[in-house]
């Protein structure tokens, strides 16, 4: 979209959208007139307002160009006339542009010039909710996927609140139900409480149960690692509203199959109440991550192995094995001629205190490989650049040097 500046006085500014509404409305609007009175009797406030109740009739006219100089020029005068202005604006302005997806890449297009108008959290925040949402129910996917990723970026410059964001990726959770990268924002959302979010909404009935559903569809959904909803404040609070989530969900995390059938055969009522997770679910996806815990602590694993820890016939160990490498969390080749499964990679489930020492310990060794390698670099400079100064200095005859 085409940037407008218009450096008029506001009345004249405001005279001259007017008559662009006009303009595209045809000769059968007359805001234009309506606009001059009020402001004859220095009645700009009332003559804002009009436009803005009025803005629909823009659409009317075939012309992009005339109908994007409207929307710049309105929130050029509408910057000029500061905050409280572009509030009221706000909502009218939003209608609108997004209750048609009619001509749906010039409103995009609009809606984006409008989001970058103004610098600050709120006016940002409500026009990225916008967007978002406009692009869904345009079915403009091709640009939810860069939308979602410049949410922290947004955040990080608008110094958003911590509750601002978990505003916004609780809107984008409700909107994109099945969305691949709904997983993701899921997560983040989890990890906006901390302790004093637990105290003040553990009386809260619906945010709890927000909290466990979201909890469920993580579990429901594609994932295989499950530590950094486990150890985040939002999943401790299951240990008061939900135990047997929360048990259920450090087997996830950490845990083989049996302790699983364990879990099942104890908390029996917990998949019979529950509408999002089955058993036969639940223990699908642990026999993958049983067998990717043997694949992380072992890179040759006996077929027998594998069948007794999944609690599974051998013959069905190599469909195991393939399902696992499918995901993407596990790296392997099958020796069929031996019966073992060969591991070149495999996630990493959990990290302890022990890995992360062992990782502290690593980047150390690392950081000082790289600093001798330096020095040696740099005293094997400085003994060519001294023989260099050595040749090049004037000798007696005798070939001595002077």
């Known amino acids: ?97 997004a209750q048609s997806t009619d001509r749906a890449p010039l409103r995009l297009s609009i809606l984006s010039y ?35 990723e410049q949410m922290d970026r947004l955040f990080c410059e608008t110094s958003a609140t911590t509750q ?33 979010d637990l105290n003040s909404i553990r009386q809260n009935a619906e945010v709890c149960d927000i909290i466990q559903r979201a909890v469920l569809a993580h579990i429901a959904d594609t994932n295989y690692l499950f530590e950094p909803v486990y150890i985040c404040n939002a999943a401790r609070l299951l240990q008061i509203v939900n135990p047997p989530l929360y048990e259920l969900l450090g087997i996830l995390t950490n845990a083989t199959v049996t302790e699983f059938e364990t879990f099942a055969e104890v908390q029996k009522n917990f998949f019979q109440n529950n509408e999002i997770l089955s058993k036969d679910f639940v223990l699908h996806k642990m026999r993958i991550l049983t067998l990717l815990s043997l694949a992380y602590t072992s890179d040759c694993i006996p077929y027998h192995a594998i069948s ?35 591991v070149s990679y495999a996630l990493q489930r959990e990290i302890q205190i022990a890995h992360w020492q062992s990782l502290k310990d690593k980047l150390i060794m690392w950081k000082e490989n790289i600093q001798s390698m330096a020095r040696v670099v740099k005293n094997a400079r400085m003994q060519k650049c001294s023989g260099q100064q050595d040749g090049l200095m004037p000798q007696q005859d005798g070939g001595q040097v002077l």
């Open 308 to 342: 007794e820890s999944l609690h599974v016939p051998v013959e069905d160990v190599e469909s195991w094995i393939l399902e696992t490498v499918n995901t993407g969390i596990l790296n392997a080749k099958i020796d069929q001629e031996n019966q073992v499964l060969l």
């Open 164 to 196: 601002q964001q978990r505003d916004v990726y609780f809107f984008v959770m409700q909107l994109s139900d099945g969305s691949p990268y709904l997983s993701n924002i899921r997560l983040k959302w989890l990890q906006t409480f901390d302790d004093e």
């Open 1 to 97: 979209m085409s940037v407008y500046i218009d450096l008029a006085p506001s009345h004249e500014q405001l005279a001259e959208i007017a008559q662009l509404i006009d303009t595209c409305g045809g000769k059968d609007s007359k805001i234009g007139v309506s606009c001059q009175k009020l402001l004859g009797q220095t009645r700009e406030k009332e003559a804002i307002h009009l436009i803005l109740n009025n803005m629909d009739t823009v659409w009317i006219n075939d012309n992009d160009k005339d109908v994007e100089c409207f929307f710049a020029l309105l929130m050029s005068l509408l910057v000029r006339s500061g905050h409280e202005r572009l509030e009221e604006a706000k909502e009218p302005l939003t209608t609108t542009l």
């Open 114 to 148: 409008i989001y970058n108008s103004y610098n600050s959290p709120e006016w940002r925040i409500h026009w990225f909710k916008a967007i978002l949402k406009f692009c869904l129910i345009s079915n403009q996917y091709v640009a939810v996927p860069s939308l979602i």
